[in-house]
């Protein structure tokens, strides 16, 4: 039941928040960001001690065969609890923030926390693909509506992208659908086929697009960096933060144990398109004067990390992916909340209007540069465990795969560095020279961003342990 | 057959009723009160078809399919009166008249989902048709509304030569106009019985508007009078549909026969699809652009026809009432602005939040995403073809296509919530507000549950 409980209450709060005024639609978010936090932490007790509980299924419609079937392993809980985490952290950060319409926004921002954890439960193709759905509409209507001057084109290339996508994915699960004996959409009756080596070659291919766009590897990135600079910063912090981690945890879900077969032999040309990506993003990410699209750069280059070492198929590989999944959420929100704190103060995102915020705002300084460390992947912060799990399965699949990747960490430097230096050190300017430092929702957020950070990074053997339970 | 008798009745008595109520308003609810009546009646014999269909006097099979159906249609309508019923006033003085045509078309489209013989197939598409050539140029004083109305009526008429002549030659290899007797799977197949089989699918193909048969659909819709626009492009094109269904599915499936028309079909398929969605994406009228939305939507329908299986008729019973509640509802949006080019929707979020939040859910629906009709709509089309197992590249086309269709259902989105502007809009009636909710509520619990409606199946 705490799994329902975890997709009906961002859902509810979210049709409740429409309807009020004032400080009412924010005051609940927290309220409910608070109670999902909550639920989320039970899940994860619940999981260590039975982890049966948490599974619900109930008839939806019974001519397919379809069911509401929802479930956790670790995977699922990690990713619901980074997703409260997640909004948690983007309500506190905004919660002095004036925002036009309240109501709508953060209705609509809970509405998409119902529909990503509801892909992240989902062990019914069918309702998968609805909740994979359902989780992009707020989303569209978020951006276009609250993004920055060319937001509607951008936003409605994001959604043509991805709608796409997730159809050639419908045609996929409709296919396994009438391949299954029992004529089912549930999760075991999907991984339990025995597919033709022909069909899986092919049927690699529908998935992967869907899920290649959403992550986004290239060469079907190119809505992503646009997305990012052109969403309002708390959207932007969801959709880096969250909603690409659904693009690999389809992978993980779905493709790799419905279609091995194809999977294995598709291996090594969706490790070149990653890595292809991360060096790609890397490069573009060092000439970027703006610092929301360096930052899509930089995710896309990490994201590409992650979707190469899940094909590397091997336990370490996977291991480091999802502790990745996790760390890296909590890393690049942490980053755009800072950039969200930028923008506020001077209204700008170029970073050469930049510089001198260490003199004017130090705690934002010192926060920008531990998150950006741990970005980049420094020992004893949460990003470097997961790096080297991945390098290292990366390198017992083929060394040469994990040289070039390897790549990605020297250049991730290089940007990171840069960006540090250019904003907030140097001289500052009349612009900078009004900046005032963080105020206490904001530092709240960040502390608590950098709390896990340092907690992960020292002693990750509880999150490992979490995701190494499998369904 | 209640159905049939009943909207016939309806008919006759609502030209008398427009004669002698001056009352256009009271026409209206005459109206109204009749579709209710055909509705109950239609599913009064729902109990007798449970077991099993069975013909009556050798022309028309009432079976669960034909019930259910007629109820979509005429569900459909009773939406459509309650929405846009007000509109008929305005079109010109014979209301009763309109309302009346309306009937005799609803008469036509329950012959045309229950016929057993192609007499009574001949007899349900002239039924259907003839009225829709009257109501084309309803609006006398408008040259558009005549030209649309010529257009139609010499278009029509042509093709309901050919489908005339397809019949005569079926008759001919068959010696039975009785369809379920026709028996021309055998291999190999009778010449004239393919020369029919290809007649028959072009008229059919033109009534539904599929591509290269459609040059008479955006003139046509654009010029009629748009509350008849929305009654003939959703009930009359599912109506259309559904008399296709039947004869492919029933006389023609099975056998060496079908990979004949499988292929034409599938390239007319495939063609409607593809044209429909990039004309539809250069129009500047919404008017227009729904115009080009129901050819591609048609396209979608279509899949149904070629694949002969289950989900197939499950599917075009929803996509028929998908369809026809979402666009009937972007319709009777339309109607209360006084711009139909999408700029007349800017700022309409603004404005009238009910409205546009009802587009939004309609034009959803029309994209096929999900918790609305139209997603499951789209999905039982699509698994019918999949199931088929040779249409894989067209479904790979079809959901290409779908893609496309985004963009110019999102534009009318696009307008409504982010750009500024200040759309004129006549006065909203509490009723009409009720009446969309309605639909609202019929699109989102059709989305959520189709086994509400195909569970009757």
Redesign the interface.
């Known amino acids: 039941m705490l799994t329902v409980l975890l997709i009906l209450i961002p859902f509810i709060a979210g049709l409740i928040a429409f309807g009020l005024k004032g400080s009412g639609p924010k005051v609940l978010g927290m309220i409910a960001s608070l109670a999902s936090v909550a639920t989320a932490i039970g899940t994860v007790c619940t999981l260590h001690a039975d982890p049966k509980k948490l599974s619900f299924v109930t008839n939806?419609?019974?001519?397919l065969g379809s069911q509401f079937r929802v479930g956790l392993d670790g995977m699922g809980t990690m990713l619901c609890l980074l997703t409260a985490i997640a909004f948690l952290l983007v309500f506190i950060t905004i919660y002095n923030r004036d925002i036009e319409r309240p109501n709508s926004f953060y209705g609509l921002m809970l509405l998409s926390q119902a529909g990503l954890v509801g892909v992240f439960t989902a062990f019914d193709a069918l309702q998968f693909?609805?909740f994979w759905?359902?989780a992009l509409?707020p989303v569209y209507?978020l951006c276009?509506?609250w993004g920055g001057e060319k937001?509607?084109p951008v936003t409605?290339k994001f959604?043509?992208y991805t709608?796409?996508g997730s159809?050639?994915m419908?045609?996929g699960i409709?296919?396994l659908?009438?391949q299954t004996p029992d004529h089912s959409f549930s999760w075991t009756s999907f991984t339990s086929l025995q597919l033709s080596m022909g069909d899986q070659k092919w049927l690699f291919w529908l998935f992967f697009v869907a899920f290649a766009i959403k992550m986004p590897v290239f060469p079907f990135h190119t809505w992503q960096p646009d997305t990012y600079e052109q969403s309002p910063t708390p959207v932007t912090m969801i959709l880096s933060g969250v909603m690409v981690k659904m693009g690999l945890f389809g992978v993980l879900r779905w493709l790799v144990p419905v279609l091995p077969e194809g999977a294995a032999m598709w291996t090594d040309v969706a490790i070149v398109l990653s890595i292809i990506g991360i060096i790609y993003a890397s490069c573009i990410a060092m000439v970027q004067s703006d610092l929301k699209r360096l930052i899509a750069y930089s995710s896309i280059a990490h994201i590409g990390l992650m979707s190469a070492a899940i094909f590397a198929h091997n336990e370490q590989g996977t291991q480091g992916v999802l502790l990745q999944m996790f760390n890296h959420g909590i890393n690049i929100i942490g980053l755009w909340i800072i950039v969200e704190v930028i923008q506020n103060r001077l209204g700008v995102k170029n970073m050469d209007q930049m510089g001198g915020i260490a003199r004017k705002a130090p705690r934002m300084a010192i926060f920008l540069v531990i998150i950006s460390l741990a970005n980049i992947g420094l020992p004893l912060t949460n990003g470097f465990i997961g790096e080297f799990l991945m390098f290292s399965g990366l390198f017992q699949y083929n060394h040469w795969f994990m040289a070039f990747a390897g790549l990605g960490i020297i250049l991730a430097a290089v940007y990171t560095l840069n960006m540090i230096q250019k904003v907030i050190f140097g001289e500052g300017n009349t612009l900078t020279d009004t900046t005032t430092d963080l105020q206490p929702g904001e530092t709240v957020a960040l502390s608590l961003v950098v709390i896990m950070i340092f907690v992960l990074g020292v002693y990750p053997q509880p999150m490992l342990d979490l995701v190494s339970k499998v369904f | 057959m209640n159905a049939l008798i009943s909207t016939a009745l309806s008919g006759v008595v609502l030209m008398f009723v427009g004669l002698f109520v001056r009352n256009k308003q009271h026409i209206k609810f005459y109206a109204i009160a009749a579709i209710i009546i055909s509705f109950i009646a239609n599913l009064a014999l729902y109990p007798t078809v449970q077991l099993g269909s069975y013909i009556q006097f050798g022309m028309i099979e009432v079976s669960k399919f034909s019930v259910l159906f007629n109820a979509v249609a005429l569900g459909a309508t009773l939406i459509y009166f309650l929405l846009s019923g007000k509109e008929f006033e305005k079109v010109g003085e014979h209301v009763g008249d309109y309302f009346a045509l309306i009937f005799f078309i609803l008469a036509g489209i329950t012959l045309a989902s229950s016929f057993s013989n192609l007499l009574m197939l001949f007899l349900a598409i002239e039924i259907m048709s003839i009225p829709q050539y009257v109501l084309a140029g309803a609006d006398r004083k408008s040259l558009k509304s005549n030209e649309a109305s010529l257009k139609y009526f010499l278009m029509g008429a042509f093709s309901t030569g050919i489908l005339l002549m397809g019949i005569t030659l079926i008759y001919g290899a068959a010696g039975t106009f009785n369809i379920a007797e026709l028996g021309l799977g055998a291999d190999p197949v009778h010449p004239l019985a393919l020369c029919g089989i290809i007649l028959m699918a072009f008229a059919l193909a033109f009534k539904v508007s599929a591509v290269p048969f459609h040059f008479w659909t955006p003139d046509v819709y654009d010029g009629s009078p748009t509350v008849f626009t929305s009654f003939m492009a959703t009930v009359v094109k599912a109506g259309g549909f559904v008399a296709f269904l039947r004869m492919f599915h029933v006389a023609f499936a099975g056998g060496a026969v079908s990979h004949h028309w499988t292929l034409i079909l599938s390239i007319i398929t495939a063609a409607t699809l593809i044209l429909g969605n990039f004309s539809a994406v250069f129009q500047q009228s919404v008017k227009r652009m729904l115009a080009y939305s129901s050819i591609a939507q048609a396209g979608f329908m279509l899949f149904a026809v070629i694949a002969v299986n289950q989900f197939a008729t499950q599917g075009i019973i929803l996509y028929a009432a998908a369809y026809s509640l979402a666009t009937i509802g972007v319709f009777a949006v339309l109607m209360k602005l006084k711009d139909y080019t999408f700029e007349g929707f800017n700022g309409l979020a603004r404005k009238q939040p009910l409205l546009a939040l009802a587009t939004t859910i309609f034009l959803f629906s029309l994209a096929g995403i999900p918790v609305t009709a139209g997603f499951f709509a789209k999905y039982f089309v699509l698994s019918a073809a999949i199931q088929h197992g040779h249409l894989l590249w067209l479904v790979i086309v079809g959901v290409l296509c779908a893609a496309i269709s985004v963009y110019y259902y999102f534009r009318v989105i696009m307008a409504m919530y982010f750009k500024q502007g200040d759309p004129e809009v006549e006065p909203i009636s509490g009723g009409f507000r009720a009446a969309l909710v309605l639909t609202i509520i019929l699109v989102l619990v059709l989305g959520l549950c189709p086994s509400l409606l195909i569970g009757w199946l």
Do not use: G, K, N
């Open positions: 939806w419609i019974p001519q693909y609805v759905e359902l509409i209507f276009s509506m937001r509607i409605f959604f043509v709608f796409l159809l050639l419908l045609v409709i296919y659908y009438f």
